[in-house]
């Protein structure tokens, strides 16, 4: 039995629109990213998200192994993406669940576009995304984190992958929603953009959306994505030190 | 630890030996010098103790996460204490995805073993309801980068992860349900079993090898020193040693006990 009471708040969202952390619905949580902390990868980025806590290594292009996976005319992308198993309230057991291996698979497809995978034939990219400590939101946020330590490695890119979620609460349609409105909101939709073009690479749903809610979460997001990337830049145009910011008035 | 599949290049190896025979390291250290420990400190994970531990360019991550349940059949009078190890293959390009290796498995006990042995987790106080319901405590040792030398440091992440793990306490009701309460409880540490680790290279010992000494070193242990100066656990990994260089690295490590548990202490 784990050693944690979930804990349902009254009020998911007030009717002046104020969140159970104090937010208004177009606020995103506060933000810090650090380019290349790990020695060994050739690219890493950690990003801090509200309580996610997210680390991000690149390894590569590099020998594949096992052979029979080489494609002639690209590079092969690998994505994992694992929660440690002190990343949850209640111990996660270690190795892969079906969650886990559906988002690297989504991570994957939401990156790949990005790669120009041509200029490496036959080689591997290998992208990890471990979740230390995880708060909603941890697919975008390893998005974020994984498209920075790709930058890091010098790998080539059309342009960075910028990701955040949005959600529905009754009649709001929120920004980056918290672990409450993760639990028991009515809609969750993570997405990823490729900025440079405005093109979406990754997008889901989860619970029922009309088609002014969608579109007005779909603009919503595009504009937190644009303002996650504007970070990403910094973050990389300061390599190894530290971009921090809180949002107030949103983003 | 030395993974075969690592390539040792021929140069590497003369360098490092070269290097030794005239009293010098490849980051300039002495023989019997750890590299510096650095803490960081940031609510990293949702485990109830945790530690980002820095040595050099090792970088772990340790968290104790707790739970309750029945103890094991043959001990019904004490805890549970697990430990695992993961080699994420974030941390080096030599570790690939997949359950944990022999390797992994190794470490991950090594450090157990010094815990254990040194008793420096009172496992008989994790007892609520003997036979019935015990806390158990899981160290998960997480390795973010490795640069040689994860036993000492996993060993002293570890440490400062429990004594500062602060737990949640439980009632039991007489209807048998279990009641999660808002007040914590802290680990006790008993001891502070501290391992450290030897490379031997051209006969010499270097504590604390890093990467490169451990791929071209002859031969490797570790050893558990506690409080009172006892070796209480060992590990000899590849290579052979004589006896008289195990006394001399039982011997290093005991003069270096003090200092180190200073540290641990103080980072708790």
């Given at each position: 039995m784990p050693l944690y009471v979930e804990k349902k708040p009254e009020v998911l969202i007030?009717?002046?629109?104020?969140?159970?952390?104090?937010?208004?619905?177009?606020?995103?949580?506060?933000i810090r990213m650090t380019v290349g902390i790990l020695d060994k990868a050739d690219g890493s980025a950690f990003i801090e998200w509200g309580g996610n806590k997210i680390l991000a290594a690149v390894f590569g292009p590099r020998e594949v192994h096992p052979k029979h996976l080489v494609l002639p005319d690209k590079a092969l992308i690998r994505t994992r993406y694992n929660m440690a198993p002190f990343s949850t309230p209640e111990r996660k057991r270690p190795g892969p669940d079906r969650r886990s291996v559906e988002l690297s698979k989504v991570i994957r497809e939401a990156l790949k576009p990005a790669i120009f995978v041509e200029n490496y034939p036959g080689s591997v990219i290998d992208i990890f995304i471990e979740v230390l400590r995880s708060d909603a939101g941890t697919r975008v946020a390893?998005?974020?984190?994984a498209s920075l330590a790709l930058a890091n490695a010098g790998i080539a890119m059309?342009?960075?992958?910028?990701?955040?979620a949005v959600g529905r609460v009754g009649d709001f349609v929120v920004c980056d929603p918290n672990h409450d409105e993760d639990m028991w909101g009515d809609a969750d939709m993570p997405m990823?953009?490729?900025?440079?073009?405005?093109?979406?690479?990754?997008?889901q749903i989860d619970g029922p959306m009309t088609e002014e809610q969608f579109r007005e979460a779909l603009n919503l997001g595009r504009r937190s994505i644009r303002f996650l990337y504007e970070m990403q830049k910094e973050a990389l145009k300061r390599p190894y030190q530290v971009v921090e910011r809180s949002?107030?008035?949103g983003a | 630890m030395l993974d075969s599949e690592m390539l040792t290049h021929n140069l590497l190896r003369e360098y490092v030996r070269d290097l030794v025979s005239n009293g010098q390291r490849i980051d300039g250290r002495g023989f019997h010098e750890f590299r510096s420990i650095e803490i960081r400190n940031g609510n990293?994970?949702?485990?109830e103790g945790e530690a980002w531990l820095k040595l050099g360019n090792t970088q772990v991550l340790v968290g104790v996460k707790a739970d309750v349940g029945e103890p094991f059949l043959d001990t019904p009078d004490k805890g549970v204490l697990i430990s695992n190890t993961e080699l994420l293959p974030l941390a080096s390009p030599t570790f690939e995805p997949g359950p944990p290796n022999e390797n992994a498995i190794e470490v991950a006990r090594v450090v157990d073993r010094a815990i254990r042995s040194a008793d420096a987790v009172d496992i008989s106080s994790l007892v609520i309801i003997e036979g019935k319901l015990v806390y158990m405590l899981f160290l998960d040792m997480y390795v973010l980068d490795y640069d040689g030398n994860l036993e000492d440091a996993l060993t002293m992440a570890s440490l400062i992860a429990l004594g500062r793990a602060e737990i949640p306490e439980v009632e039991v009701k007489e209807d048998g349900e279990i009641e999660v309460k808002e007040s914590k409880w802290k680990v006790n540490l008993k001891d502070i079993p501290i391992n450290f680790t030897f490379v031997k290279i051209g006969g010499e010992l270097l504590l604390d090898p890093v990467l490169e000494e451990e791929q071209v070193s002859d031969a490797a242990i570790t050893l558990a020193i506690d409080k009172e100066g006892r070796i209480c656990s060992i590990q000899k990994k590849h290579g052979?040693?004589?006896?008289?260089e195990i006394i001399n690295a039982a011997s290093i490590a005991r003069s270096k006990?003090?200092?180190m548990a200073e540290k641990i202490k103080e980072a708790i």
């Open positions: 007030t009717e002046d629109g104020v969140r159970t952390d104090g937010r208004k619905p177009y606020e995103l949580r506060p390893g998005v974020n984190a059309r342009g960075l992958v910028a990701a955040c990823a953009m490729l900025m440079e073009s405005e093109e979406i690479t990754l997008l949002v107030q008035g | 990293f994970t949702k485990a052979k040693f004589t006896m008289e006990w003090p200092e």
